[in-house]
């Protein structure tokens, strides 16, 4: 949001494979077979209503490689885009003077993922070094059910940066929700709440800005309740989510925060910076980067002063923003 897009993944629980590749993983002294990584696909096929059409190819990667996959999307982007995006955010209050975007992304992927699901590679990657836990291979595997019908790499809402999230929203609101049900149907070791834990701090202790946080939250816990929504207005069914996920994804953060403007089709007003026929600016300037504006960035923005509550009510009625 806001131009800086952290493609956050699941920053919880800890998975790693050894010596064996897909054919068994090893952490912590515990060995997991492909039986059972094949018996939660078939846990995850009943809660998500939907069927693997083939395997999917799972790798062992170290930490490093997963900070470097973690990486590769944002290293592809111009890097004065990224200075852009940093004066930007510093100059707003979302972050603080210095702050260094790459690093901050570095760290997320370097000390907070345990298991990640690439749609390009259509791979299922886990880390090597940390204890095993079902809970986080659910959430992994409907990523990697879901792409298999539904092609995850649509849904990234191209150059429109508030959609981005929105579709990020979605898809991490579905899986979050599998893993939710998975945890209570077949509880683990590990209790979920303690891996929700992750989503606000670092293993290694790195403190992370405030607004990352947010950022990092919001495509789980907002992206659940919409889906859930979505589930509720179809007496408990994924036929919405499924609509939702092949033909009309959500556009704004503004659908996911309120999931009857999704229902009811409600399109985003389209937004001009500064009136129609406006000269261009004077000499020396020149546009560096422009970003849609929803209301989660309105209520970032308005947060600090205002608490979250009121932030919420003050943008409940966005129509549209750049």
Known sequence: ???????????????????GGARSARAGGATVSAAHVRLIERRVETLRGLRFVRPVPVAVVSPAQ????????YDREPAAQHRASAELLTLLGLLPAGADLRRIES?????????????????LSLVRGAGVDDVTLAHELTHALEDQHVDLQRLEG????????????????????????????????TP??????????????????????????FPYLQ??????????????GWALVDVAERARPPRTTAEILQPRRWL???????VRVGPAGAPAPGQGWRL????????EDLAALLTPQSGVVAARELTAGWRGGR
Not at 66 to 73: Q, T
Not at 264 to 270: E, G, L, N, V
């Open 66 to 73: 997963a900070r470097r996959d973690g990486l590769a999307d």
């Open 1 to 19: 949001m806001l131009i800086l897009l952290l493609a956050a993944l699941l920053a919880a629980g800890g998975i790693a494979l050894g010596g």
């Open 264 to 270: 009811r089709a409600r399109q985003p007003a389209a």
């Open 223 to 236: 992206g659940e309740q919409f889906v859930q929504a979505l589930r509720d207005a179809d007496a408990g």
């Open 158 to 189: 191209g150059r429109d940066d508030d959609a981005s999230t929105a579709q990020q929203a979605l898809v991490e609101g579905t899986a979050t929700l599998v893993m939710e049900r998975y945890a209570a149907r077949w509880p683990s070791a």
């Open 288 to 295: 560096l980067a422009s970003s849609t504006l929803g209301e």
């Open 192 to 217: 979920l709440g303690d891996a929700l834990a992750g989503f606000t701090q670092a293993t290694s202790g790195t403190p992370l800005p405030q607004y990352t946080v947010r950022e990092l939250i």
């Open 107 to 123: 760290s997320v992927y370097g000390e907070q993922v345990a298991g990640y699901y690439d749609p390009r590679r259509r791979r």
